[in-house]
């Protein structure tokens, strides 16, 4: 039987949340685990694995095909979790929901989607803290088809530069691709703002955001973005899974990018005409299990209080930088405001890879490098820091530990 996750009333309780996450209770390097590496990949709760388990076991068929039993299940539950999504975004309808294999595949989705209407000369306006998903599939088509790439700064706290974000429209512009919050800063974009601007000049934007939704309720209507982006496994859902948003007018608009079975409404010989959205961009057999098991882990998040969350990462991530600001030899980077629950620093003397596999040997998982970030870094004029990220199962102990382990760190690097 599935697990019951963890349900909130009043306060917070971390301590009840991390029973649901066996995990958790494990060790490393004969240490309790500190897991503070949630930016990257959030652990799962046992709903979730549950939830895959017993499709695996009693539900499993191919999906959409199928007239027996099995599939007619598969395809009741693959289809729910998309209005898990759905309902979790706030958009119009299930439909605009398209399961891709990742945040990384959604963005390229788009950016294939688009290439057929890029001509030279084409701007496309991205961000300094753009992750390399969401760089790399622009250069694609500033290689191939000879659109122009614009880069809006940050300022020196962090914080988006929105006056350079206004500047970089010109009559050339024809699409923004910008985070909602920065894996590196944790600086959270003013979505709906930079809506407004781009159609105000006619143009679509998609808001990337892997790391904002979890960390916060979103609202794809209110923010009246175009597209967007989430992955499963940093919704403490499964890995192989993500989802794009889109305007059901911009999806229909939309070329499809892969070609296959489902994505099809006729195939002869000499032509072919393709599904209605979502189906267009889901060419071949999905992500069954995936998708199940993300809209396991969208349940387990809407079981919780989603202010008290907010308020509790908020709080481990205040506990954090003002233990690091007692530190001299500790240099912390972004303190735009509100920024979310992701902490990058670096200690004087020491590369980052060092020192988290000094922390390591503590228990405490951090990241470190440049978090598919390099233009940032060099914005930072580092080539690297160590990145400590905080999820809804952190406490404050664990941010004890975390700087407890930075000190033996220091002492034994000098």
């Not at 649901?20 to 046992?46: M, T």
């Not at 694609?140 to 006056?163: C, M, P, Q, T, Y």
């Not at 099809?264 to 979502?278: F, L, R, S, W």
Request: hydrophobic share 45%.
């Amino acid at each position: 039987m599935s697990a019951t996750p963890a349900k909130q009333t009043n306060a917070f309780d971390a301590e009840a949340v991390r029973a649901d996450f066996p995990i958790l209770a494990s060790e490393a390097n004969g240490k309790p685990l500190v897991y503070l590496d949630n930016a990257a990949s959030a652990q799962k709760p046992r709903a979730v694995m549950d939830a895959m388990r017993l499709t695996a076991e009693a539900g499993y068929a191919n999906v959409h095909r199928g007239l027996h039993y099995l599939s007619n299940k598969a395809t009741a539950d693959f289809e729910a979790a998309r209005g898990k999504v759905a309902s979790f975004l706030n958009a119009a309808r299930p439909e605009e929901i398209v399961f891709t294999s990742g945040g990384t595949a959604a963005v390229n989705l788009v950016a294939y989607g688009l290439a057929p209407t890029i001509k030279p000369g084409d701007e496309i306006i991205l961000s300094i803290m753009e992750h390399h998903s969401n760089i790399v599939p622009w250069h694609f088509l500033r290689e191939r088809h000879g659109a122009v790439l614009k880069w809006v700064d940050v300022n020196d706290d962090g914080s988006f530069d929105i006056d350079a974000y206004k500047a970089a429209f010109t009559d050339r512009t024809r699409f923004v691709a910008i985070t909602h919050m920065s894996n590196v800063l944790g600086t959270q974009t003013p979505g709906r703002e930079l809506s407004d601007i781009a159609h105000a000049y006619g143009v679509e934007i998609l808001l990337d955001g892997c790391q904002s939704a979890v960390h916060g309720a979103i609202d794809v209507q209110a923010l009246d973005c175009d597209y967007f982006v989430a992955t499963g496994h940093k919704l403490y859902g499964p890995t192989g899974i993500g989802v794009l948003y889109g305007k059901y007018a911009a999806l229909e608009a939309l070329a499809p990018f892969h070609g296959g079975g489902e994505m099809i409404e006729t195939v002869t010989e000499d032509t072919v005409t393709y599904n209605d959205p979502p189906h267009r961009f889901e060419a071949g057999t999905p992500p069954i299990l995936e998708a199940i098991g993300l809209g396991a882990a969208i349940d387990y998040m809407m079981s919780q209080d989603g202010a008290a969350v907010a308020a509790h990462e908020a709080a481990l991530l205040e506990h954090a930088a003002e233990a690091l600001r007692g530190l001299n030899w500790v240099e912390a980077y972004g303190a735009a405001p509100c920024k979310g629950a992701i902490l990058s620093f670096n200690m004087d003397g020491a590369h980052a890879h060092d020192v988290a596999t000094l922390l390591d040997q503590s228990g405490v998982a951090v990241r470190a490098g440049h978090h598919c970030a390099q233009p940032l870094m060099r914005r930072l004029g580092v080539p690297a820091t160590a990145r400590a990220s905080f999820a809804m199962y952190n406490t404050h102990e664990d941010v004890d530990a975390f700087v407890a382990a930075l000190q033996k760190a220091r002492a034994i690097l000098g």
